[in-house]
T-cell receptor, first 114, second 114 residues
């Protein structure tokens, strides 16, 4: 039974470049979350979707960040242009609508912006 | 908004020692409370939960009791193992019954030596 799949596992890019992170949630889960983890701020919720619709994007830091969920099995988080302060581990998580509190996390994408 | 405060780490223990990781919360309603664990290189996993006051969550020898009077949910284990070395996150559910989301603490790293 596959878990939440994220790609790439590691991404190194230069300031100003566009970065796209990808996530495939667990089949049948209809809630999807994007989190960012840093030493300074811990785990921050960026945005979450329910049935492919963005419900709360108040955690998205600024307009450089955007997220989409075109269908139930795929989501992207895009940063354009990227900045060094965006360096972090980005996690995707999914859950069933009922029991939304039990999140299943992917292994994360380690992003380094030079 | 609602928030979670955890003790700072790292917590360093010898194998078979008793573990306590403190967690307190601030919430306007009556949230459910959770402990998640993150092993090196992996995403977070739900460890245990409690949904109302005086509930005790338990799993893999870990326990935590929902204390409304002290707004606390401390994690305990009677005898830790090297394999328990990980980062532990306390969390609460926030929001209306329609779209609850998890708010995480900053995490506490546990290091267990043989």
């Amino acid at each position: 039974d596959a878990g939440v799949i994220q790609s790439p596992r590691h991404e190194v890019t230069e300031m100003g470049q566009e970065v796209t992170l990808r996530c495939k949630p667990i089949s049948g889960h209809n809630s999807l979350f994007w989190y960012r983890q840093t030493m300074m701020r811990g785990l921050e919720l960026l945005i979450y979707f329910n049935n492919n619709v963005p419900i709360d994007d108040s955690g998205m830091p600024e307009d450089r960040f955007s997220a989409k969920m075109p269908n139930a099995s795929f989501s992207t988080l895009k940063i354009q242009p990227s900045e060094p302060r965006d360096s972090a581990v980005y996690f995707c998580a999914s859950s069933l609508e009922r029991g939304r509190e039990k999140l299943f996390f992917g292994s994360g994408t380690q992003l380094s912006v030079l | 908004g609602d928030s979670v405060t955890q003790m700072e780490g790292p917590v360093t223990l010898s194998e078979e020692a008793f573990l306590t990781i403190n967690c307190t919360y601030t919430a306007t309603g009556y949230p459910s409370l959770f402990w998640y664990v993150q092993y090196p290189g992996e995403g977070l996993q739900l460890l245990l939960k409690a949904t109302k006051a005086d509930d005790k969550g338990s799993n893999k020898g870990f326990e935590a009791t929902y204390r409304k009077e002290t707004t606390s949910f401390h994690l305990e284990k009677g005898s830790v193992q090297v394999s328990d070395s990980a980062v532990y996150f306390c969390a609460l559910s926030e929001g209306s019954t329609g779209f609850q989301k998890l708010v995480f603490g900053t995490g506490t790293r546990l290091l267990v030596s043989p």
